[in-house]
């Protein structure tokens, strides 16, 4: 079973719920996903397994420790493998929001692309690198193990040093957003200076890997292999879609670069008075627009927060007429606001970490207006197209 370790995912890692944080290192959050459980028993029990043929004659509870400790070790190692990325990405002066364990391995979370080929190359290379290092320690402290007659942590030792090679190699494969695939598009970008056409290059490569595990994965279930093989189509939907959606992501980057939110936003958007009461809200606002948000104002007009549909849902139905908009409503904060000078892509990235989908542009306690998701992707739809009938 091998573990996906990448860096920049489109979004936020997050597959059965909210990531749990656990620890932060070298400025680093560390979290991990509730699907990362999943992949931790599997990988326990398959260790177990192993050690069962290797090591005859142990109790059964030697060989869960073995696993158990193997899987750690395990994990230790892809989580230093995420770590090589966001030191190296931090020493050429990129963000790093953290790293997330999940149910194929482990992603640096950065929200923006390297800026040169040479950085992108160097970033995608330290996570292999680290990997074969580990892989050597593995093996060399495993050799000094089996020299003193300790065979169990030999063989944990060992065996991790196979593993991490292997995931070495793999992620060396020439396939979008693996590392390779990165190494790749840092190759054709520096040979072109054409970052888009070498993201669609390795992206495309990406996507024929994806399909290619789902081929072997599903091969491998009629055959009778069906953790394996279930396994990898997994892992090759995740190559797929991650591929595709990176460049998108890139384009979208483009189509954004340089925009300001004041461009996007509506200027004249429409607010809710405190003082009227949430059934009030729903009959004559949320039926009525449909929005999912309303900025709140006091009489002077002065903007005390936003009310949401997820807000009033969460009200027992019997309130609504005895509880006002204002008693209800979440003050204005960073996951809700945003200046009018604000990047675009800046607050396309707070809308897709935090899954709001319009924010209040302020300039202090006034409301200039209402920047939404569908907007902004409206504006990239439009772009493209017209780019693509311009090319033709």
Known sequence: MRALPAYNPPREVRVFGKPIELFEIFGFRVRIDPSWFIVALLVTSNFASFFRTQLPDRPPATYWALGIAGSLIYFLSVLLHELSHSLVA????????????????????????????????????????????????????GFACQSQGWAEPASVLSSLGILNGALAVFNLIPAFPLDGGRLLRSLLWGWKDDVRWATRISSTIGSGFGLLLIAVGGVEIFTGNFTSGLWMCLIGLFVRNAASSSYQQLLLRRALEGETVSRFMHPDPVTVPRGISVEELVKDYIYRYHYKMFPVVDDAGRLLGCVTARQVRDLPRDEWDRQTVGSLAARCNPENTVRADTDAMEALSRMSRTGVSRLMVVDGDRLLGILTLKDLLRFFSLKMELEESAAR
Do not use: D, H, K
Request: proline share 8%.
């Open 90 to 141: 931090r020493r050429y002066g990129l963000e790093m929001r953290g790293i997330t364990l999940f149910i194929f391995g482990g992603v640096a979370e950065m929200p923006q692309e390297p800026n040169t080929p040479r950085s992108e190359f160097v970033i995608a290379a330290a996570g292999p690198a680290a990997s074969v290092l580990i892989g050597l320690v593995c093996f060399g402290l």
